[in-house]
Nanobody
Framework: QVQLQESGGGSVQSGGSLRLSCVASGYSYTRYCMAWFRQAPGKEREGVAY???????DYADSVKGRFTASADDAKNKWYLQMDNLKPEDTAMYFCAADFVGFGCNWYALRFDYWGQGIQVTVSH
């Protein structure tokens, strides 16, 4: 059974940094589209970053230049480095993986596997 587990969330002040991790277990894959989503209270879930097997990344405009997605394929682990955090980044963050499809995007229905979510809180 495939499981994704996030870690690294927490509380920081505005301008601070956090690094989220997502580790996959229970599946042997050759390609992936791995995305990070977030959802703030009362708001819709939004995609913020993704990374593919060949290292292609993309970012939502709201986080471009501040967030960096990376992968350690040897460890089945993905990371989201979040710098210069702002209060509006406060949300529950989720990693999601598609090990079958081609290309990558933030169409939530393509992702078969989701982490349980981890809270990121940025204070003024």
């Amino acid at each position: 059974q495939v499981q994704l587990q996030e870690s690294g969330g927490g509380s920081v002040q505005s301008g601070g940094s956090l690094r989220l991790s997502c580790v996959a277990s229970g599946y042997s894959y050759t390609r992936y589209c791995m995305a990070w989503f977030r959802q703030a209270p009362g708001k819709e879930r939004e995609g913020v970053a993704y990374i593919t097997t060949d290292g292609t990344t993309d970012y939502a405009d709201s986080v471009k230049g501040r967030f960096t997605a990376s992968a350690d394929d040897a460890k089945n682990k993905w990371y989201l480095q979040m710098d210069n955090l702002k209060p509006e980044d406060t949300a529950m963050y989720f990693c999601a993986a598609d090990f079958v499809g081609f290309g990558c995007n933030w169409y939530a229905l393509r992702f078969d596997y989701w982490g349980q979510g981890i809270q990121v809180t940025v204070s003024h």
